[in-house]
């Protein structure tokens, strides 16, 4: 486990998102349970990790780009009706 935190904290170092840190953390994490189903080692010691929890903010369009998604002309005229 000492890896996969020392990957984690030399990735935050780089300056990298925790949502990006987890994405390559995960990937490596799968190339292990690769390893294990092919044998060429016994366990993924990384399974009982924990990732980072990363809050999301929701996010909305703008007054101003909802009114240019209404501005926008359509190509198809059957298209207002669906």
């Not at 929890?53 to 101003?64: D, H, I, N, Y």
Request: charged share 30%; aromatic share 14%; hydrophobic share 40%.
């Amino acid at each position: 486990m000492d890896f996969f935190d020392d990957n984690r904290l030399y990735l935050k170092k780089e300056g990298y998102a925790p949502a990006t840190i987890n994405r390559y953390l995960c990937w490596l994490s799968r190339l292990l349970y690769r390893a294990v189903g092919e044998g060429t080692i016994r366990f993924n010691p990384f399974e009982e990790v924990k990732y980072e929890v990363v809050e999301s903010k929701p996010r909305f369009l703008s007054k101003g780009d909802v009114a240019k998604l209404l501005a926008f002309p359509l190509q198809d005229e059957g298209a207002e009706l669906s």
